[in-house]
């Protein structure tokens, strides 16, 4: 019997078994499957040859050949343990663990073999523990070196005595009868087998290969996850070290040098997917992949050899030396057009790679962007959503042989926490309803379709783990429940709210997005008149009919779309009648209107087969589309967002080569109407007009047409506002349609050709009150009033006056009789805060009763230390926290900022980072966040943030932000934009991301040496940069020089209006200018013969209060009570 681990028949058997075991898939087995099978046939060789050579014929009882028994078991036993050592090498060890998953696999196998002549097991071959938690070596050593392996050595395969031979003699002859008597059964048995494949020994042999199949496809698992793991690991340290090398060699880089004007003009950009409070999408980033598209071009004349000259497919923000350090670095560039996003994340999220999540739910979905969709699993665990790419291909021979650079460009993972959700949306796809939008702190979004039966499942999973659950109350129904339940409708009827604003929240419950083009939110037109020399916005006739959609506006051109309506019939009796073909949105309106700007000029050439289309059908005249709008039959498109507050679109900035029209005219920037000179002002007009009486007093007709009763049935036909029936929810149910072409069909007509929102209202939407039935106070600050403007002058101390700050309370705090107050800060330092009280001027002839401070006669309220002595700026020095009831100074001669009450003027905390003295300090906040960034002589700006339950600021600055090569003089931070601009004495500049601390760009004032001493950004993100020059320049929030106007004297500070309409500074010789900010023209020049130090504007801008440095407080009031 024991020949049968020797015999050829065995050998064969058991490695067809092994063949067929072995999964084909796992290339590793598959390339070792000869010396695995070469390891087995020389294990079982050894036991047959050790069994066989020692088999008895006779009794033995010779003592030397004993003895020469027992030497060879000795010499056994130290053969297999060194065998079985620990010291193996990596392929000898993964050897020995597919062994010992063999040996518990033939565990039942070999007890029939080892067995006594009463059928009891004397090999204790099945091991202790499983096979997943000891190495094949540690398992093997364990069997091999237990008692019970060597008593099966001693007394059965070597017997050491008369005894024992006669036994295995009986025991080979009891096997050999057994076998000789049941060889017949089963060699019957399996031929029966082969008939019916009914046999319990075939189903036997049949559940240990599905059983090591099972395990070697569990194994298989376990090292392709592992193997994930670390590719996910690898790629989170690739994007960190990229993002350190490109932070560090910038041109304000440890390694980077300035750019040249020829090398800042080069510069490459692409829009940022960041959002503002009001979802407007305004900021560029570096486009590190900028790809010039040459090869779409249609002109003949363009060389495509020329190609590498003008292609900045490198970091083009980079100085040369920087780009050949980079060039030697293998970066592993991604493609994914988020990778910035994703590596911004990367350090969010790099505690999540090591720390225990629990998977709740997993499932196959895509991840919706305006470039592609790609497909992938959602996990959501206890800590976060993660997306994992489904990879093109397996990590197998082909991409195990690919070097780093190439694993690392195959594609990106996505992860993001539950707590910075802020809120979860059903969404629609391809008009099912299948997608779920998620929204995150950080001011970006991103879009997940899934099967549509499992789309409610995980949106209900999510809702139950994020934290926020609050912002979900009026989300989780339809978007016709949430648009009721929610108060934006009132919000907007009583001008609380723009019709900017409105309109794009009406976009986002309507299920319009910027994740899918073919959903993109949808604008009015509202300006008719593109050919006039000037406009006048009060005009009436300048505005388009709301009340009509843009195909019903020329009445001799809407007689052929009713006449189409009227005789329209479909032969299959499946399309309804329509008026319109073509749709107010779908993608290739979106792409035309956004080719100019990355990465929608890539999409544009995508979804064009490649190339650009010819000049002359491309969108390349304000006009000329308005017109086309009016009179082509094919031609009803509305506007896009961008239209109202991003300037860039309509700029090549990238310089595209976009063609050449048939008038030999060629494609650069859009022209725009004669009333606009510039992107900038036609963007500021459109605005205005946006927010003008008259489109406010008529705005609900168009929602009606659009998001209201107005958009399908009776009242659609009668509006004349009927489209194609796909564009439209619920016409057509794609999940039932089993014919694959046909299907896919629809689904690239309704990709294609446009989707018609949400309907959110079933009457007519109510109209929007004027501001006298708003019941709004009066715009105070305006030009027409200020030949009302009165000034007041109160003595408040003998020293200057270098800080001063309205604080107002609530209306319902005002209800409670808790009065204003008034702060001031003298150059002593001495803080005094008096009662401020505005009057009603119908009732009493002063315009405000102001109380002075009487606890300063008795206690002199003296805050911090002495200011450095060489400071004489103190504008940007205070900054107050109105809900912290903290005032934050900085200029100390002991490198601190400090925090103090208001009340006391006792400091409650005094940091210590900087390595010089801190000249400046800036505070933004919103809701939730307080941030502070401070500016030191040490050339280094710090983030901090603040605790609102401590009132204190963190111990640990969130970011330090290096680049300046002198002073930083001047701070500005916007959380909005995620934005803080800091100004230096080298006369530059430097934007950084807030939450990230990213380096974006360098602003430089001026070829010449300046001092950089004012600094701001306005609401609409402008840029406001004062110099010492003594000029105020203005740039673009992506860095585009504007306006400048100069002053005759140094101003000391500045104030803007709440809507950026006008701006005030003040001068070193007394002059308070007033400037209409959009041209950065002077409407007033009041002289207060005093240098003014401080400005500040009372809530509703009525009144302006400047702290002089006589020690007077002067109060400019707009007496509009007193007009008669």
Not at 1037 to 1066: E, H, I, M, R
């Amino acid at each position: 019997m024991p020949e049968i681990f020797g015999s050829q028949g065995f050998a064969d058997k058991f490695q067809t078994f092994f063949t067929q075991a072995i999964p084909q898939d796992v290339p590793f087995l598959t390339r070792h499957q000869d010396e695995i099978l070469q390891v087995f046939s020389s294990l079982f060789k050894t036991l047959s040859e050790c069994i066989t050579k020692e088999q008895p014929t006779k009794t033995v009882n010779n003592p030397h050949q004993v003895g020469s028994r027992n030497k060879k078991v000795t010499l056994f036993k130290q053969e297999m343990a060194k065998k079985m050592r620990l010291q193996v090498d990596p392929i000898e060890s993964i050897l020995l663990s597919i062994l010992k998953t063999l040996i518990q696999q033939f565990y039942h196998f070999f007890q029939l073999i080892f067995r006594d002549s009463s059928g009891k097991q004397i090999l204790p071959l099945k091991p202790k523990d499983s096979p997943f938690k000891v190495s094949g070596a540690h398992y093997l050593r364990d069997v091999f070196s237990q008692p019970s392996w060597d008593f099966t050595i001693e007394h059965i395969i070597f017997p050491s005595n008369g005894r024992v031979e006669q036994f295995w003699k009986n025991q080979v002859k009891f096997l050999e009868s057994r076998l000789d008597s049941t060889l017949p059964v089963i060699k019957s048995k399996m031929n029966q087998e082969a008939l019916d494949g009914r046999s319990s020994f075939g189903a036997r042999y049949k559940e240990l290969l599905t059983q090591f199949k099972n395990l070697i496809a569990q194994e298989s698992l376990g090292i392709s996850r592992l193997s994930e793991e670390f590719q996910k690991k690898l790629r989170f340290a690739f994007r960190k070290l990229r993002w350190m090398l490109r932070e560090s060699m910038n041109e304000r880089g440890v390694w980077g040098n300035p750019l040249t004007k020829e090398e800042q003009n080069s510069m490459r950009w692409k829009l940022d997917k960041t959002e503002d409070s009001c979802r407007r999408r305004r900021k560029l980033k570096p486009n590190f992949h900028f790809d010039n598209h040459l090869d779409a071009s249609l002109d003949p004349k363009i060389n495509p050899k020329f190609a590498q000259t003008m292609n900045q497919a490198t970091d083009l923000n980079l100085s040369k030396d920087a780009k050949e350090k980079l060039s030697r670095v293998s970066l592993g560039m991604s493609q994914d057009p988020d990778d910035f996003l994703l590596a911004e994340r990367s350090k969010q999220n790099e505690n999540d790679l090591f720390e225990k999540k629990i998977i709740i739910e997993s499932r196959q979905c895509e991840l919706i962007s305006p470039l592609k969709k790609i497909s992938g699993i959602l996990e959501i665990t206890n800590i976060s959503l993660d997306f994992f790419v489904k990879q093109n291909s397996e990590f197998n021979e082909t991409t195990s042989n690919l070097n780093i650079q190439q694993k690392m460009s195959i594609g990106n993972d996505y992860s993001w926490k539950l707590k910075d959700i802020l809120f979860v949306y059903k969404r629609r796809y391809q008009l099912r309803q299948s997608g779920i939008e998620i929204f995150l702190k950080d001011r970006t979004n991103f879009f997940l379709n899934f099967d549509k039966k499992d789309r409610d499942k995980i949106y209900s999973k999510i809702l139950n783990l994020v934290p926020n659950k609050q912002n979900f109350d009026i989300s989780t129904g339809s978007a016709e429940e949430w648009f009721k339940k929610s108060d934006i409708s009132l919000l907007w009827q009583k001008r609380l709210i723009t019709n900017f604003d409105y309109l794009m929240l009406l976009n986002t419950i309507a299920g319009r997005t910027y994740n899918d083009i073919s959903q993109y939110p949808i604008f009015p037109w509202v300006i008719s008149d593109y050919e006039s020399t000037n406009i006048d916005l009060s005009n009436p006739s300048v505005y388009r009919d709301l009340s009509k959609p843009i195909g019903a506006l020329n009445p001799e051109r809407f007689l052929y779309f009713k006449k189409r309506y009227e005789t329209f019939v479909d032969p299959d009796q499946i399309v309804p009648p329509f008026y319109y073909g073509s749709h107010y949105s779908n993608a290739g309106i979106v792409v035309s209107y956004l080719v100019r700007c990355e990465p929608f000029t890539t999409l544009f050439i995508k979804l064009n087969d490649g190339k650009f289309d010819r000049a002359d059908r491309m969108f390349h005249s304000l006009p000329e589309t308005w017109r086309n709008c009016m009179t082509s039959t094919s031609d009803v498109k509305e506007l896009i967002p961008e239209f109202f507050y991003f300037p860039e679109f309509l700029e090549n900035q990238n310089n595209f080569a976009l063609g050449k029209r048939q008038d030999k005219q060629e494609l650069n920037d859009c022209i725009l109407p004669k009333w606009a000179k510039s992107a900038e002002e036609f963007v500021h007009i459109n605005r205005l007009a946006l927010e003008s009486e008259y489109i406010s007093s008529n705005l609900h007709k168009w929602i009606d047409l659009i998001f209201g009763y107005k958009q399908q049935g009776e009242e659609a036909i009668r509006a004349g506002n009927l489209f194609y029936y796909l564009t439209y929810e619920k016409t057509v149910n794609i999940d039932a349609i089993n014919d694959e072409s046909e299907r896919l069909a629809i689904e690239t007509q309704i990709e294609s050709f446009g989707q018609t929102p949400t309907q959110l209202l079933r009457r007519p939407h109510p109209r929007r009150n004027t501001r006298e039935e708003a019941n709004l106070p009066p715009i105070y600050f305006a030009e027409k009033n200020f030949p009302l403007l009165k000034l007041y002058f109160i003595t408040i101390a003998k020293n200057s006056l270098i800080h001063v700050k309205f604080i107002q309370h609530s209306r319902y705090l005002s209800y409670l009789g808790i009065p204003d107050s008034v702060l001031i800060l003298d150059r002593a330092r001495v803080l005094g805060l008096y009662r401020w009280t505005p009057n009603d001027l119908k009732v009493q002839s002063n315009p405000f009763s102001f109380e002075l401070d009487h606890s300063l006669s008795e206690n002199q309220k003296s805050m911090g230390v002495t200011f450095a002595y060489d400071l004489t700026r103190f504008a940007n020095c205070f900054e107050y926290s109105q809900s912290a009831q903290r005032l934050f100074s900085c200029g100390y001669w002991d490198d601190s900022f400090k925090l103090s009450t208001i009340e006391s003027a006792r400091v409650t905390q005094s940091v210590v980072r900087h390595k010089d003295v801190v000249t400046c300090l800036a505070l933004g906040f919103n809701s939730t966040d307080h941030i502070l960034a401070t500016g030191s002589k040490d050339t280094t700006v710090i983030i901090w943030s603040f605790d609102m339950k401590s009132r204190s600021v963190s111990q640990t600055p969130k970011h330090v932000l290096y680049g300046h090569d002198d002073v930083v003089t001047c701070l500005a931070i916007s959380l909005d934009l995620d934005l803080v601009i800091s100004g230096s004495k080298d006369g530059s500049c430097i934007v950084h991301t807030v939450r990230r601390g990213r380096y974006v760009r360098s602003v430089y004032v001026s070829d010449s040496p300046v001092e950089i001493y004012l600094v701001k950004i306005s609401p609409d993100g402008l840029f406001m940069i004062y110099s010492s020059d003594l000029l105020i320049r203005i740039f673009s929030l992506n860095g585009k020089f504007l306006k400048s106007a100069s002053v005759s004297s140094p101003v000391l500070d500045w104030q803007l209006t709440s809507d950026a309409s006008y701006l005030v500074t003040g001068c070193l010789d007394g002059s308070l200018l007033i400037w209409n900010f959009f041209d950065l023209v002077v409407v007033s020049n009041i002289n207060l013969k005093s240098s003014i130090f401080s400005l500040s504007f009372s809530n509703n801008e009525q009144f302006l209060i400047a702290g002089l440095s006589d020690g007077r407080l002067a109060i400019l009031a707009i007496e509009l009570g007193k007009e008669k």
